[in-house]
């Protein structure tokens, strides 16, 4: 067996207005915006990486903005809400922040021990803030948050399922251990041994509608695995039944993708070369970055692209 999984290396979700999204995640969560690029499967459309400030696997946070995209159906089948690490001292300092900013934000309230702060971005993607007591250190200098209040990264991600036991059993294979329970809810949690996105919460929903993807839609989840160790787990998804695709270079990261058995596209990426093998890391975020594979249609992509301001 490959080494167990520690933890969450991204999430990405679909957007609609690229500027909207950027000015959301930016100044109102306080991340740096870390990666401008493009959906390497459509080029017309921009990728966005938002993180902490070096790009730590773990912190980040990916968009496709398609503009003027659909809503989608948050349901079965997806990532239904992404929650994020914050101080346990930092839930009043968040509240009022996401208020005044004019965020879509419920009551603050109690799950596992922890205080979670439940919220919506602008086209209404479900977030959370957990607030928890061993956050791990902020790694957000110059930002307009104040750094002790300031994002960690991951706290982790719920799926929703409609019959949640073989997800169950491929996140024990991957290392996850099954740590709390509220039989009312029929929600499950799974932790890996990570201080970033350690936290899968398997909600099982066998009446609710399936998800349909669009705006405000998680398309993917992906997980840290070692550098040599991806072909090892895609003979793991194979031996489990599923249908991995091959290992792909995605310049920042290699990936494997796999629509496991509840529907919810999980991805398995590397921790390295990392967002700085092509920027310095004061120059992260500031101009569109391409894949070499892509330069030669530098002109072409960027006079598709829409003005992101």
Known sequence: MPTEIPGI???TAVGSDPGRNLAFYTETL???LVKRSINQDDVSVYHLFYADHEGTPGTSMTFFPYPGARSG???TGQVSTTAFTIPIDAVGYWTERLSAEGADVDEPRERFGDTVVPFRDPDGLPLELVATADAPPANQPDGPVPEEHAIRGFFGVRLSLQSAGPTVDLLRTMGYEE???ESEHDRRRFEASSDLGAVVDVLEQPQAPRGQPGAGTVHHVAFRVEDDEQEAWREVF???GLRPTEIIDRKWFRSVYVREHGGVLFEF????????VDEDVAELGKRLVLPEWLEDRRGEIEAGLPDLS
């Not at 990426?269 to 700085?276: D, E, L, N, R, V």
Request: proline letters at 4%; charged letters at 15%; aromatic letters at 4%.
């Open 30 to 32: 306080g991340l740096r």
């Open 179 to 181: 740590t709390a329970g």
């Open 9 to 11: 290396h991204h999430v």
């Open 73 to 75: 159906r948050v349901g």
């Open 269 to 276: 990426a590397t921790k390295s070369p990392g967002y700085t």
């Open 238 to 240: 194979q031996d489990q």
